[in-house]
């Protein structure tokens, strides 16, 4: 049982170019959610899915798109990276609603763009 | 939206010494958490308390929902418990700014 697992787990990027980063949970979790963390700070809530094909936007949405075609993968497109999405995102899963229930967060992704 | 606001920001501490974080809401939250970032990044979850008292070793932590208050308790504290302390709450996904603790042998 992996738990949540982030690919990659370090990346840079261009200014401008786009990539997707990788969220899977073996938790059969219907909750997933992505946070993006700047040094000392704390989670911004960029976007959740409360199951497969539904989403929606948190705190922080612009420059970012999900999908979530499974239960099990909530991937994070960046398109047209700006060096302010230069952060450590994490992904995160809860099996109900997210603040009833305990929830397993990924090891995390630093990106920098430059 | 709530604001959440953690207290103190930073927090020095020699191992065996005894501590207690802060949390306020702006607003009444009912389903509060609290979760320990090390310091190589990965996020814990502690606690689940939306009100009352819950106890794991040497951490426990109580939330006064009617105040909008949590506070955590960490005794005999070791090298290990470094790192940031967050809570977070609502269904909105609120994180507070966290807690740094260091604890020098």
């Known amino acids: 049982n992996a738990g949540v697992t982030q690919t990659p787990k370090f990346r840079i990027l261009k200014i401008g170019q786009s990539m997707t980063l990788q969220c899977t949970q073996d938790?059969?979790?219907?909750?997933m959610y992505w946070y993006r963390q700047d040094p000392g700070m704390g989670l911004k809530l960029i976007y959740y899915?409360?199951?497969?094909?539904?989403?929606d936007k948190g705190e922080v949405p612009n420059g970012y798109n999900v999908s979530r075609s499974t239960t099990e993968d909530f991937p994070l497109r960046l398109e047209l990276a700006a060096p302010s999405q230069t952060s450590v995102y994490f992904c995160?899963?809860?099996?109900?609603?997210?603040?009833?229930?305990?929830?397993?967060f990924g090891q995390g992704t630093r990106l920098t763009v430059v | 939206g709530i604001q959440v606001e953690q207290s103190p920001p930073d927090l020095i501490l020699q191992e065996g010494a005894n501590s207690t974080l802060r949390c306020n809401f702006s607003?009444?939250?009912?389903?509060l958490q609290w979760f320990h970032q090390n310091p190589w990044g990965q996020l814990i979850n502690l606690f689940y308390?939306?009100?009352g008292t819950k106890q794991n070793g040497r951490l426990s932590a109580t939330t006064v929902a009617t105040e909008r208050y949590s506070l955590l308790y960490i005794s005999s504290s070791q090298t290990t418990d470094s790192g940031v302390y967050f809570c977070?709450?609502?269904?909105?996904?609120?994180f507070g700014s966290g807690t740094k603790l260091n604890v020098k042998p």
């Open positions: 899915s409360v199951g497969a094909g539904i989403t």
């Open positions: 977070a709450g609502t269904n909105k996904f609120y």
């Open positions: 995160a899963s809860t099996g109900t609603e997210f603040w009833n229930t305990e929830a397993f």
């Open positions: 308390i939306p009100s």
């Open positions: 607003d009444s939250v009912n389903n």
């Open positions: 938790m059969n979790h219907n909750y």
